[in-house]
């Protein structure tokens, strides 16, 4: 209930406008978004942690913005180091204009990544946009391999969206948006069950998983799969994002598994903070004190 409240506040100008025009919302974002996008790759990468980043903005309305995103992209490219990927949101490239404009700017990125030896994957979005996201992923593929893409366990196909791309780098995630029932488990065991089908799909398959959670219990059989599959520490990785369990990433780096940090930064973090809020009541209630308190 609490969490579909504020998946529809992530939508709304108007609590939008009421969430940043707070001057202690600032304290709340900077746990999840970089303020200094090259100080955080840079700390991140010195601890030993791969990164994954992402310039804040979705759902964009006019080519301008969409053309001003993929500006913003080339130059964040230029400045990441060796091994790094960018996050890329198609509706912030356009896709809600054309997936056509979508796919040209999503291969001018991937095109300046190649050219710097790094690499891209498709975040996915909302449940309407996630036929064009695998439709783009498919077409970039053929020039750029390695370009990657995400799946949310929560969709009910999720497990035959994984067995179509096993051979690609491949996020998978549970999902933080709202979908409709008919397309989406609701209940946390159906979508962690769905996890554990998706993951064994990928462990098997001749791709590159990519384990993006928090949670232990799916963490544990993510790293059982592995050996099962006969996968080394470099045949598969573990994501989470900025500012969430960030001992956990420590401790499974010191292990010797590879473990990339999704490092968001821009000023346009509010639907990005919304979700964040959105999966951890306790944040929430954080985020509450905070504002009440002074
Ligand atoms: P949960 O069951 O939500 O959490 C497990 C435990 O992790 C919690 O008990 C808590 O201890 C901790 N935790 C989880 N979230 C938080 C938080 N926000 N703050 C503090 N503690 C927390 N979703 C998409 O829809 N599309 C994407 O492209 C996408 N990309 C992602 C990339 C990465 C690297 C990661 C890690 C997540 C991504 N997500 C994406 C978000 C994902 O779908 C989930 O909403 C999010 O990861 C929470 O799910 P969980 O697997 O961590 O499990």
Not at 52 to 72: M, S
Not at 156 to 167: G, I, L, P, T, Y
Request: with cysteine; hydrophobic share 40%.
């Amino acid at each position: 209930m609490l969490r579909h409240v504020l998946l529809t506040a992530s939508r709304s100008e108007r609590a939008e406008r009421l969430v940043s025009s707070s001057p202690l919302t600032r304290g709340v974002v900077s746990r999840y978004v970089a303020d200094d996008v090259g100080a955080v790759v840079h700390d991140l990468s010195d601890q030993g942690l791969l990164v994954t980043v992402d310039h804040l903005g979705e759902d964009v309305t006019d080519r301008t913005q969409a053309e001003h995103e993929v500006r913003a992209y080339l130059t964040l490219l230029e400045r990441l180091p060796v091994g790094a990927d960018v996050s890329v949101k198609l509706t912030a490239l356009g896709l809600r204009l054309s997936e056509q404009l979508a796919l040209d700017n999503a291969a001018s990125v991937c095109e300046a990544a190649a050219a710097k030896g790094l690499t891209v994957t498709l975040d996915a979005e909302e449940h309407d946009t996630i036929e064009a996201q695998h439709s783009i992923h498919s077409t970039l593929r053929k020039e750029h391999p390695d370009v990657g893409v995400v799946v949310q366990s929560y969709l009910r196909d999720a497990q035959e969206r994984c067995a179509r791309v096993d051979s690609a780098r491949v996020r998978l995630c549970k999902g933080a948006y709202v979908a409709p029932e008919a397309l989406a488990f609701t209940s946390p065991r159906d979508i962690d069950r769905s996890y554990v089908r998706c993951l064994r799909t990928l462990m098997a398959g001749t791709g590159y998983p990519m384990v993006a959670t928090h949670d232990p219990r799916l963490i544990e059989i993510a790293a059982a799969l592995a050996i099962l599959h006969e996968r080394d520490t470099t045949g598969f990785e573990y994501q989470m994002l900025y500012g969430v369990r960030p001992a956990e990433q420590l401790r499974l780096a010191g292990i010797g598994s590879q473990v990339r940090v999704y490092v968001p930064y821009g000023d346009d973090w509010y639907a990005y903070l919304m979700r964040r809020l959105a999966e951890r009541p306790a944040n929430l209630a954080f985020f509450a004190r905070s504002l009440l308190s002074k």
